[in-house]
Nanobody, 119 residues
Framework: QVQLVESGGGLVQAGGSLRLSCAAS???????MGWFRQAPGKDREFVGR????????MYGDSVKGRFTISRDNAKNTVNLQMNSLKPEDTAVYYC?????????????WGQGTQVTVSS
């Protein structure tokens, strides 16, 4: 069982930046970790993901060029750097992980952290 704990959410003005972190209790070399978000009344949205061994990233269209995912293998941590934030980025952000390098399902989820962007 992998436990994920997010941190770093908060309130920021539009145009500002925030950095979220997700600490994993354990990971395997062929794991991938991702970020999702869900705003009130909306479906969960894919933000991005990174492969644990190769560090290959992929992003959702709405955040490309503004958000960056990175990993710290030594700390079993993945980070989400969010720049040029917009009010529409307001959501609960969730970290997810899976032991398969590729796929559409995610076995493990964090509890979520709130990000609020004021206009």
């Amino acid at each position: 069982q992998v436990q994920l704990v997010e941190s770093g959410g908060g309130l920021v003005q539009a145009g500002g930046s925030l950095r979220l972190s997700c600490a994993a209790s354990a990971l395997f070399s062929n794991s991938r970790m991702g970020w999702f978000r869900q705003a009130p009344g909306k479906d969960r949205e894919f933000v991005g993901r990174i492969t644990w061994s190769g560090g290959i990233t992929m992003y959702g269209d709405s955040v490309k060029g503004r958000f960056t995912i990175s990993r710290d293998n030594a700390k079993n941590t993945v980070n989400l750097q969010m720049n040029s934030l917009k009010p529409e980025d307001t959501a609960v952000y969730y970290c997810a992980a899976d032991s398969h390098l590729y796929g559409s399902t995610w076995a493990y989820w964090g509890q979520g952290t709130q990000v609020t962007v004021s206009s």
